[in-house]
């Protein structure tokens, strides 16, 4: 089989080029806060985070919103991330800056 003709590029091209009537999607949907019903939830769910108590396990919380505050999270391939998926990210996140704070994850980008 030959080389596409350049009738057929222009049709894949076309097809490729966003318009005015195929926008993409937005990235990322807001992120919802941590509520006190959703934190218990992902604390009961989380053998790690249980680990975190008192003054540690509230940090780890605003932590964790900040990050959704503050970033965005997506799934490949059109899939959708539920809200609890979302907050259970974010605790994980916050783990590793749990004593820095969230511009830590923004060093890089200075």
Do not use: C
């Not at 009537?21 to 604390?43: G, K, Q, V, Y």
């Not at 609890?84 to 200075?110: F, H, K, S, V």
């Amino acid at each position: 089989m030959g080389a596409p003709s350049s009738a057929r590029w222009r049709r894949i091209l076309s097809a490729l080029t966003p318009d005015e009537h195929h926008a993409p999607p937005p990235l990322s949907r807001p992120n919802p806060p941590i509520d006190d019903t959703a934190w218990e939830h992902l604390r009961a769910h989380s053998p790690l985070l249980r680990t975190f108590l008192g003054d540690d396990a509230a940090r780890l919380r605003e932590r964790a919103d900040a990050f959704l505050r503050t970033k965005g999270i997506d799934a490949a391939g059109g899939a959708v991330v539920a809200d609890r998926e979302r907050q259970l990210i974010a605790a994980l996140a916050a783990i590793p800056i749990l004593g820095l704070g969230i511009d830590w994850y923004d060093a890089g980008t200075r």
